[in-house]
């Protein structure tokens, strides 16, 4: 593993009765606050209220930016940080999932540019050292980027879907209180929890790099949570201690930890946000259709043991089995817990997607270098059989 440097600055309140800490920490950072959400979920639940009396509290001064998409667009980041720049914004509140709080650090980064859009800073055509504070309340356990230095926005006019990282893009406070998730669907739980997932398999798990083994063991751990926790959470949705393990397993699926070492290409994301960009489907959904069809697809004897090993500390498969047996077996575990545990539809033709797009998306997946490197090595061709697979 490569020498590396850990720190998350990210202060975390942590359960029901955490909230009233809001008016304290955003008056830290000054006097006039952009609260930025989604739809209509936090008003139908009285966060929006709770959040609005504790901003008076702290005498903010209150402008608001609703209607964030659930995969942001860059002219709605655009759009807040020019409110940003024209009414002197101080501060920036996310509350709501990982699309509110991605499209918070981007706008939050773009209020401190000289220019108006966010995609200069996102395709690196400009460098912004410095952001406004983050502040965050989490509704939605899945994105992990309520303690993480990195978003995803979508340019919807050239179905682009790139990140954005920063070391300064952390959240400075973020509230976590599992109540908050109560109310989310089912679709939208099995689609996070997936989610949560991906990002251990995909940035650290499956790695051809050499590991530290007490953070693989680590990473086994939180998956493990997923698996026992989703199906707890579908079954009772306000399942307190569900929710709270599914919450906790989402910050430290992203937060820096469990990858400390590891470099690679997020392989998996990157073919799944072709899928979202051209078709706004839910990311979590899409990674649930793409990961098993990409393990499958790369599946060798070099390959084998790692996939085994999944197969073995999560998901229970027979440690007799042979590497190639134990890989195979894995795969069809995590498959038949993605779609007949938690629900999700495992065929990118059942979510209305044919195609005719797949040839120029493993190129944009693939971007500039022409390749996806990880766990293995995947060329444009790779990709288009991989999302043919998923057809």
């Given at each position: 593993?490569?020498?590396?440097i850990?720190s998350?600055?990210?202060?975390v309140?942590?359960?029901?009765?955490?909230?009233?800490h809001?008016?304290?920490?955003?008056?830290?950072f000054?006097?006039k606050v952009l609260?930025?959400?989604g739809?209509?979920?936090?008003?139908r639940?009285?966060?929006?209220?709770?959040?609005i009396?504790e901003?008076?509290k702290?005498?903010?001064?209150?402008?608001?930016?609703?209607?964030?998409?659930?995969?942001?667009h860059?002219?709605t980041v655009?759009k807040?940080?020019?409110?940003?720049?024209?009414?002197?914004?101080?501060v920036?509140l996310a509350?709501g999932?990982g699309?509110?709080i991605?499209?918070?650090?981007?706008?939050?980064a773009?209020a401190?540019?000289?220019?108006?859009?966010?995609w200069?800073?996102?395709?690196?055509?400009?460098f912004?050292?410095?952001?406004?504070?983050?502040?965050?309340?989490?509704?939605l356990s899945a994105t992990?980027?309520?303690m993480?230095i990195?978003?995803?926005?979508?340019?919807?006019?050239?179905n682009?879907?790139q990140?954005m990282?920063?070391?300064?893009?952390r959240?400075n406070?973020s509230?976590l209180d599992?109540?908050?998730t109560?109310?989310?669907?089912?679709?939208?739980?099995a689609?996070?929890s997936v989610?949560?997932?991906?990002?251990?398999?995909?940035?650290?798990?499956f790695?051809?790099?050499?590991?530290m083994?007490?953070?693989?063991?680590m990473q086994?751990?939180?998956?493990k949570?997923?698996v026992k926790?989703?199906?707890?959470a579908l079954?009772?949705?306000?399942?307190?201690?569900?929710?709270?393990?599914?919450?906790w397993?989402?910050?430290?699926?992203?937060?820096?930890f469990l990858f400390s070492?590891?470099e690679q290409?997020a392989?998996?994301?990157?073919?799944?946000?072709e899928?979202?960009a051209f078709?706004?489907?839910t990311?979590g959904?899409g990674?649930?259709?793409?990961?098993p069809k990409?393990?499958s697809?790369i599946l060798?004897?070099?390959?084998?043991?790692?996939i085994?090993?999944?197969g073995?500390?999560?998901?229970?498969?027979?440690p007799a089995?042979s590497?190639m047996?134990?890989a195979?077996?894995?795969?069809?575990?995590?498959?038949?817990f993605?779609?007949?545990t938690l629900g999700?539809?495992s065929?990118?033709?059942?979510?209305?997607?044919?195609?005719?797009?797949?040839?120029?998306m493993a190129?944009?997946?693939?971007?500039a270098?022409?390749?996806?490197?990880?766990?293995?090595?995947?060329?444009?061709a790779?990709v288009e059989k991989?999302?043919?697979?998923c057809?």
């Amino acid at each position: 593993m490569k020498d590396f440097i850990f720190s998350n600055t990210t202060k975390v309140y942590f359960g029901k009765a955490q909230l009233h800490h809001l008016s304290e920490e955003i008056a830290q950072f000054g006097k006039k606050v952009l609260l930025v959400y989604g739809g209509g979920s936090i008003k139908r639940i009285g966060l929006y209220d709770k959040i609005i009396a504790e901003l008076n509290k702290a005498e903010m001064e209150i402008f608001e930016l609703p209607g964030v998409e659930p995969n942001p667009h860059h002219t709605t980041v655009n759009k807040g940080a020019a409110l940003c720049k024209k009414e002197g914004i101080d501060v920036v509140l996310a509350v709501g999932g990982g699309s509110t709080i991605d499209a918070t650090k981007a706008i939050a980064a773009t209020a401190k540019y000289e220019g108006d859009d966010c995609w200069d800073i996102i395709t690196g055509k400009a460098f912004v050292p410095d952001n406004l504070p983050i502040v965050a309340v989490l509704t939605l356990s899945a994105t992990g980027s309520e303690m993480d230095i990195g978003g995803v926005i979508s340019n919807v006019e050239q179905n682009e879907k790139q990140p954005m990282f920063g070391p300064t893009l952390r959240s400075n406070v973020s509230f976590l209180d599992p109540t908050n998730t109560f109310s989310v669907n089912a679709y939208q739980t099995a689609s996070g929890s997936v989610d949560i997932m991906a990002h251990v398999f995909d940035v650290a798990y499956f790695s051809a790099q050499e590991e530290m083994d007490m953070l693989t063991r680590m990473q086994e751990e939180v998956l493990k949570t997923v698996v026992k926790f989703a199906p707890a959470a579908l079954e009772k949705p306000d399942d307190y201690d569900a929710r709270a393990n599914l919450m906790w397993a989402s910050s430290w699926a992203l937060n820096g930890f469990l990858f400390s070492g590891i470099e690679q290409d997020a392989i998996a994301h990157m073919i799944e946000h072709e899928l979202s960009a051209f078709y706004n489907i839910t990311h979590g959904h899409g990674l649930a259709i793409v990961i098993p069809k990409w393990l499958s697809y790369i599946l060798d004897e070099k390959a084998a043991p790692k996939i085994k090993r999944l197969g073995v500390n999560v998901f229970g498969v027979d440690p007799a089995f042979s590497d190639m047996d134990g890989a195979k077996a894995a795969i069809e575990a995590m498959e038949k817990f993605f779609f007949d545990t938690l629900g999700l539809k495992s065929r990118l033709s059942d979510l209305g997607i044919d195609d005719k797009n797949f040839a120029i998306m493993a190129k944009k997946a693939c971007g500039a270098k022409g390749k996806l490197e990880g766990f293995t090595t995947l060329t444009p061709a790779d990709v288009e059989k991989i999302f043919e697979l998923c057809s």
